[in-house]
């Protein structure tokens, strides 16, 4: 096969000429006398289009996902002598949203298959000071959403989701955005949708949540014949054209999922012999695809993930990316109160990921060159 790259790009969707209209559109009429950037609250349109489309009673638009994690532990009331439990294979700042609240983040084991927070694991780690536990849907695939219900009515601690790579995922056939207490969106460049680079949501069927989630992350207000200021709140909103742009990328989300879906199914086929492989689970209908993230057995071949990153990136051009290193090694850790101990399966994962670069218009034979490459690599590093 010829040489040629194949990039991990960082944007993750598409973004096409109803996207650039709809952009330019607010800029234009910016410009107008009346015009502004500023969102009004009454512009709901993008908010109710992402409650509909995750099967939630509201969505409150904010400018990141992990401004809409920091929101919701702000709005539990997570504070100092709290502990917060997470798991280990994720985004730094699904565990540093509860330690920024001075809380301790407990973490709990994954499960082997599907690489999500394992219900069980997280039980154990259960105490009086136990406040909320924020799963994350890995990849897109969904967690056992029941299972966590369940913990809820058992104990009464909420559940608050990171669903940063979920917009989509179903659970059982049904959107999982109205799951547990709330749940979390991101928007960023590399998502299935962005809004314009930066962006997020939380998702939610409790009013008064959501209420809480809107005045907090616009200043404490709360709008009227004339406008109160009732908490604390912050500048967290997003700007009139994201909110554009939320509409026509939501608008596509399905196809863009789906050409994900259709790429992701087709390299599971591709490596399903290569035995040095651990392919994801999963992978289908109902699968967010956001992630195509692979396993290097590390028990049955002598090299690391990093050398077979590095393989593929210098002789064959192939960006891969690394969802995730444990949380708890990155050095901020250091000085953040944690419990790490019984996480094996998720050190040992955390060895083994490493993501392929498939998009939504990723070539098809662009898939068979990286399923191709990743061949070879493992046979030239196995010399
Ligand atoms: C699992 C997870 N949570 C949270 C985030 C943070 O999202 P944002 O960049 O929108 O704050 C990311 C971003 O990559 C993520 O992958």
Known sequence: MKIHPVPFKALGGLYEQDDIKAAMGVITDASKPTGSFFPLPEELDFQNALAAHEGASYAVAVNSCGTALDLCMMTLGIKPGDEVITTPLTFVCTATCAAARGAKVVFADIDPVTMNLDPEQVRAKITDRTRAIIPVHYTGLACDVDAFDKITGDTDIPVVYDAAHALGTLYEGKPVGGRGKASCYSFQSTKNITTLGEGGAVSTNDGEFAEAIRQKKTFGYVYGPSLRVVTIGFNYRMTKAQYAVGLTQIAKVDRIIAARQQRMVRMNELLANVEEIICPAGHGPGHGSHLYVARLATDKVKFTTAQLRDHLKEAYQVGTGKHY???????????????????????????????????????????????????????ALRQ
Do not use: G, M
């Open 325 to 379: 290193p444990v949380v708890w090694s990155w050095e901020a850790f250091a000085n953040i109160d944690h419990d790490k101990s019984n996480c094996s399966v998720a050190e040992k994962v955390s060895q083994q990921v490493f993501s392929l670069p498939i998009f939504p218009d990723t070539p098809f034979e662009d898939l068979d060159y990286i399923a191709w490459a990743v061949r070879e690599s493992i046979a």
